[in-house]
């Protein structure tokens, strides 16, 4: 991802908190020249076993995530292979009638989040569950209401054959913040407050994004 230097994420921890906030992620590997690449949008988490902290950079981040196994992809997909996961964040169109400037041009703010690296299928039965269970952990924390899934692992046990799990170790990553810098910063402001009135959560969202790098 081509990211200009004014439009790079302020820390390390930016990154982190879009992608958890963001998990649906988009998943890219390389296919064949009859079947090109695959892609496929899905749940990735942080491996809730890892204590780390990124020392300015997303390398060796061990994350979690799983597939159908009737997914094509899930067949194409190799121990070993590189993928591309893509995190998009809060996103929103930039009239230039906000500007109240001419000439002017008008832009899409947006926030993402590119991670390379390396798969590791998961081939247990109890390894994938456990992927499954942290993965409902989660997102019940993080969006939900604290669900309590003990009584259905049963239901968990009869569907995980059918689960495709998977590690990805990062190599590195690249984050895009694309939210007006280049601007002045009344003009910045006007943006915000266009954001902020809409009533929209994606652009509130967006709003708050800018008046934290301000």
Known sequence: MFVPSNYREPDVSW???????????????NGTPTDGPFATHLPVITDPQWEGLPAGNLADVPLLGHM??????WAALNTGAAILLTFTGPHA???PTVYDITPAAPTWNFTSVHVHGVVEKIESTEET??????????????????????????????IVPGVGAF???????EGMFKLSQEQRPEIRERVVQSFAGRGCTRHAQTADLMNRLS
């Not at 569950?129 to 604290?146: C, I, M, N, P, R």
């Not at 590690?167 to 990553?173: C, D, F, K, L």
């Open 15 to 29: 990154m982190l908190d879009l992608m958890r906030g963001n998990p649906l992620a988009l998943m890219a590997s």
């Open 68 to 73: 159908n196994r009737a997914n094509p992809h």
């Open 93 to 95: 169109y930039v009239s």
């Open 129 to 158: 569950l456990g992927v499954v269970q942290a993965t409902v952990q989660a997102l019940e924390k993080e969006f939900g209401d604290s669900w309590d899934m003990s009584e259905s692992i049963g239901y968990f046990r009869k």
């Open 167 to 173: 590690r990805v170790r990062v190599t590195r990553a």
